[in-house]
């Protein structure tokens, strides 16, 4: 199984403040079909998971641009430009290029 | 909008059986692979089982192979989850999510599984 690994697991933020996150896999992600299949989800305090961005760099219908994510093979980054209240959460990185689907272990975002 | 539902959660004995479903609204269901996906009190995001669109095809994580079986009835736009000789380390929130070309794009808000004496 593809290995998520994500850093770092807790991210004290100041409100306005951009909040960064790694995730790196334990091999390339780049499917066969040439896509790369890393999606990054928000789970917010008793919250079900939620979908933000979706092939490495996409944002999911609804999701403020203040999120935005890149990279490219094992190494992406989640970055929230300007962190609000209603981002404190867990967000996990997860790869569906091979099965079975694996996620990172989760970075807690918290306010200062 | 697209809507999942999970249901049939609860407090089980070790040994135990519960069956959860998931109700699919807002899209056409047997269109789509569906997963389900479980969460333990305070830990992280495990893959469970996946099943493709008819249900001729399913797969499962090595933790619940034989014991749990996945199943949908497309007709009801229901998603199964039947669990058998349950173990306290199942005990988590299950979710149901829907796979699509971008990935695991919908999921439901989850029932919780309890497995204890």
């Known amino acids: ?112 | 909008e697209v809507q999942l539902v999970e249901s049939g959660g609860g407090l089980v004995q070790p040994g135990g059986s519960l069956r959860l479903s998931c109700a699919a609204s807002g899209f056409t269901f047997s269109n789509h692979w569906m997963h389900w996906v479980r969460q333990a009190p305070g830990k992280g995001l495990v893959w469970v089982s996946r099943i493709n669109t008819d249900g001729s095809t399913t797969i499962y994580a090595d933790s619940v192979k034989g014991r749990f079986t996945i199943s949908r009835d497309n007709a009801k736009n229901t998603l199964f989850l039947q669990m058998n000789s349950l173990r306290a380390e199942d005990t988590a929130v299950y979710y149901c999510a829907r796979s699509s070309r971008i990935g695991d794009d919908y999921w439901g808000q989850g029932t919780l599984v309890t497995v204890s004496s």
């Open chain 1, 1 to 112: 199984d593809i290995v998520m690994t994500q850093t770092p697991l807790s991210s004290p933020v100041t409100l306005g403040q951009p909040a960064s996150i790694s995730c790196r896999s334990s091999q390339s992600l780049v499917h066969s079909d040439g896509n790369t299949y890393l999606s990054w989800l928000q789970q917010r305090p008793g919250q079900p998971p939620r979908l933000l961005i979706y092939k490495i760099s996409n944002r999911f219908s609804g999701v403020p641009d203040r999120f935005s994510g890149s990279g490219a093979g094992a190494d992406f980054t989640l970055k929230i430009s300007r962190v609000e209240a209603e981002d404190v959460g867990v967000y996990y990185c997860m790869q569906s290029t091979q099965f079975p689907q694996t996620f990172g272990q989760g970075t807690k975002v918290e306010i200062k």
